[in-house]
């Protein structure tokens, strides 16, 4: 299988190089095809950063996979990149779902004083909502300058997320949450709640109830064990992931996966940004990296790669403080062929 890694910005390069370290470990068949130049200095440079000849490569089913590092570089007018790289990748391709998990590594600590645990699964919505890029500014720089954002929410790409989480549901406790804003979002919450119901009503097994994205958030710091499987549209997802992360042993462990259930196809992504601040300095943490990869192997059927790539990267987050991250990568190099010896 080919397998594309855009390795981006900022600590993208370091993590994906322990990652792909890592799908060299495992024999996993994957041929990486690493472009190192789709990433802000490019945009930079040149003003186009993802070539369309990519793109329609992509499209025309060359990669089995896509691995992605991150994206944001302070050089660059902020969310341009962003929006030119990621989220185009995101809208052309049509990765509907975002996927995150929030689990707690057994053995971390959880940063809450109640200690309790996290395992829950964030469905996120992945291209609608206020990501639409739909809106502008008037009269700038004038006394009345006026900014608009369009949110989109349209009944197909709710559908998507919901019969997606309506699935997962059933595989893991039955506990659907759908999070939004329905008290003053009245008609995108409306329409999500709805399909909703249309979507969980008659599933065996299933329970589904809904939160508004403020009580969530709260909700999610006091009592995270409430939760199995998370919808959400695009916005409150990006909000509620990272607090999730922070509940779930820290940024530097959380992957995602976006996806488009109609084609397959699948980009990965540590759910984390390009930390400029610690760029090039050796101490991003792989984890999240390293874990997309397994995400990715459990996508293409690998199922085995996956698990043991997920006990290794639990066994090594118990104690990530002050390693860099080639001791990271090698912990995790370790505990892989601890793991396939003991197989
Ligand atoms: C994420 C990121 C992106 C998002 C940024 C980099 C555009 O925060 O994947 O969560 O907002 O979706
Ligand atoms: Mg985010």
Redesign the pocket.
């Known amino acids: 299988m080919d397998v594309l890694a855009l390795t981006g910005d900022g600590i993208g390069p370091e993590v994906m190089a322990s990652a792909l370290t890592v799908v060299g470990e495992l024999d996993l068949g994957w041929n990486v095809d690493l472009r190192p130049d789709v990433n802000s200095s490019t945009w930079l440079e040149t003003g186009s950063a993802l070539p369309d000849d990519l793109i329609r490569d992509i499209q025309g089913g060359a990669y089995g996979a896509i691995l992605f590092g ?3 570089d302070p050089r660059a007018p902020e ?1 341009v990149v ?2 030119h790289i ?2 185009r990748l ?1 809208f052309v391709l049509d990765l509907g779902l ?1 996927i995150r998990p929030l689990r707690l590594p057994r053995g971390v600590s959880s940063p809450l004083a109640s200690g309790a645990r996290i395992d829950a699964v964030v469905v996120r919505e ?1 291209t609608e909502g206020a ?1 639409s890029g739909l809106g502008g500014l008037m009269r700038s720089g004038q006394p009345m300058e006026t900014a608009v954002t369009v949110s989109v929410t349209t009944r197909f790409g709710v559908e998507r997320a919901l019969r997606h989480a309506v699935s997962l549901a059933e595989r893991r406790s039955g506990r659907l949450t759908l999070v939004h804003k329905a008290n003053v979002l009245q008609d995108e919450g409306g329409l999500w709640r709805r399909v909703a119901e249309e979507v969980a009503s008659g599933i065996p097994g299933v329970t589904l109830s809904y939160q508004h994205a403020d009580l969530a958030a709260m909700r999610l710091m006091l009592d995270p064990e409430s939760y199995d499987v998370i919808v959400t549209d ?1 916005l409150f997802g ?1 909000l509620l ?2 607090l999730g992360a922070g509940l779930s042993g820290g940024i530097g462990l959380a992957p ?1 996966a976006n996806i488009n259930p109609a084609s397959g196809l699948a980009l990965f ?1 540590p ?1 984390h ?1 390009s930390a400029p601040d610690i760029a090039g300095r050796g101490v991003a943490n792989p984890l999240a990296m390293i874990r997309c990869v397994g995400l990715a192997a459990e996508h293409v059927g690998q199922a085995g790669a996956a698990a043991v790539i997920e006990a290794a990267t639990d066994a090594v987050a118990v104690d990530t403080d002050r390693r860099s991250t080639a001791e990271i990568t090698d912990a995790v190099l370790a505990a892989l062929s601890f793991d396939r010896q003991i197989v």
């Open positions: 991150a994206v944001g969310g962003e929006r990621l989220l995101r975002n992945n990501y695009n990006d992931t990272d995602s992504e759910v940004g």
